[in-house]
């Protein structure tokens, strides 16, 4: 436990270690995951837990762990995993639990006593399991526990009255502030980004792209630009594997976060068959505590177009006719689509090329890159003709001129 240079993941589930957990834990600074599960540990876990400042998921399951559950956890921050289940943790659940809004909880089968929270992660029962604490008590109604004893009829028509009272109050005001905002026109199109994009994957730490990537291997890299780096990776959920290229934003450079904003603001409403696919966002930390984001797409396994028509400098591999034809043809019904399939949004790609078309296992095209793209909700005046018209076709025009 004192070596303090281990870091991202340390397994010692499933043995018979007996004994305390030494103190010397907090020095493992830069720890991401931590499991001491089903083993014969007992007595109080220590506090000095707190020095992990990079944990993000401990489980202790299985254990005999004593005391309450330790003040320590609660400056982890980037804690997302936290299993805690079949041991004697006692004493009231902390309060700062409820403050780790991305965390997934597990206190079953513990000896915990008395109200649980209402806030933060124990408003969401997918997230929590406290089944097997037989003296919990309150909570929100979906965990159907009893009420607390504390609070006799008389307190609860009292509550009911105080509540009730600014409850009816606050709604009328939500009532006419809703009027109110919904006679404006919103600025919702022109966020760059919202939580309900992110919320549709599966979340992925830096830790699970650091595995994934080989420790971002230059071994994996499939493609950089001024704005990002791509890398190929491997995503281990149980048995299967899921392969995927992970482009990782230089957040160093100015414009890169307007670059990501702008392909989340353009693909977070746009299916198509011929548009790449986001498979998952990353919004983390490094281990050394720097912000860190990625994107995650499908893996496309012929690589770009620009690979296909100038860099086989061997010949070893070459285009047909039918195969052009039908690039340019999935390339057309990307572009097609962009600006009038998306209802009455039009999305103009800005920086279509060979290089942003990337080919699958059966040579079908798929439009990618939309860090310079823009989202526009009304189509502008002599867009369909003219010199508009003309610019909206000059990237289209060009691949099919290199593809002839």
């Given amino acids: 436990m004192s070596i ?41 876990f220590p506090n000095t837990i707190s020095g992990c400042i990079s944990l993000q998921r401990l489980h202790l399951d299985g254990n005999s762990f004593t005391g309450e559950i330790p003040q320590g956890l609660s400056v982890l921050r980037g ?22 809004h991305l965390l ?27 089944q097997g604490n037989n003296e919990l008590c309150g ?42 905002l919904i006679q404006k026109k919103t600025k919702s199109r022109n966020n760059l980004y919202d939580s309900s994009f992110e919320s549709q994957f599966k979340k992925l730490s830096y830790a699970d792209l650091l595995k994934a990537t ?39 450079i100015r414009g890169a976060q307007k ?26 930390i490094d281990f050394r505590g720097n912000d860190f984001t990625a994107l995650i797409y499908q893996f496309k396994a012929n690589g770009s177009l620009e690979n296909w028509l100038h860099l086989n400098e061997n010949m070893d591999r070459y285009l047909t006719l039918m195969q052009r034809l039908n690039i340019a043809i999935d390339v ?4 097609e689509y962009l600006h009038s399939g998306t209802g009455s949004d039009i999305i103009v790609h800005g920086d279509l090329k060979p290089s942003n078309i990337l080919l699958d296992d059966d040579m079908t095209a798929h439009v990618g890159d ?11 005046s002599g867009f369909a003709a003219g010199e508009s018209s003309s610019i909206a076709v000059r990237g289209p025009l060009a691949i099919l001129h290199q593809l002839v």
């Fill in 332 to 335: 057309a019904c990307a572009v």
């Fill in 214 to 252: 080989d420790g971002f291997s230059e071994a994996n890299v499939i493609g950089s630009g001024r704005f990002s780096t791509v890398y190929k990776g491997v995503l281990e959920d149980g048995p299967s594997e899921t392969v995927v290229a992970v482009k990782v934003l230089k957040l160093n």
């Fill in 370 to 380: 939309f860090g310079l793209a823009k989202v526009m909700s009304n189509i502008p």
């Fill in 79 to 100: 804690l997302q995993d936290l299993d805690l289940s079949r041991n004697n943790f006692s004493g009231l659940i902390p309060s700062f639990l409820d403050e780790l």
């Fill in 104 to 130: 997934n909880l597990n206190l079953s089968f513990n000896r915990l006593q008395g109200p649980v929270p209402l806030d933060g992660v124990f408003r969401n029962t997918s997230a929590i399991s406290l």
């Fill in 259 to 284: 670059s990501f904003l702008s392909e989340c603001n353009a693909l977070r409403g746009a299916r198509h068959r011929n548009l790449l696919k986001i498979l998952s966002i990353s919004l983390s």
């Fill in 139 to 180: 909570g929100i109604l979906e965990l159907k526990l009893p009420y607390c004893p504390s609070i006799t009829k008389k307190k609860s028509s009292n509550i009911l009255l105080k509540v009730l009272i600014p409850a009816v109050v606050l709604f009328i005001a939500v009532l006419v502030l809703s009027f109110i």
């Fill in 4 to 44: 303090s240079s281990l870091s991202i993941y340390l397994d010692l589930s499933y043995n018979a270690l007996f004994g305390s957990v030494p103190s010397e834990v907090g020095l493992l600074r830069d720890l991401s995951d931590l499991d001491l599960s089903h083993n014969r540990l007992s007595g109080i």
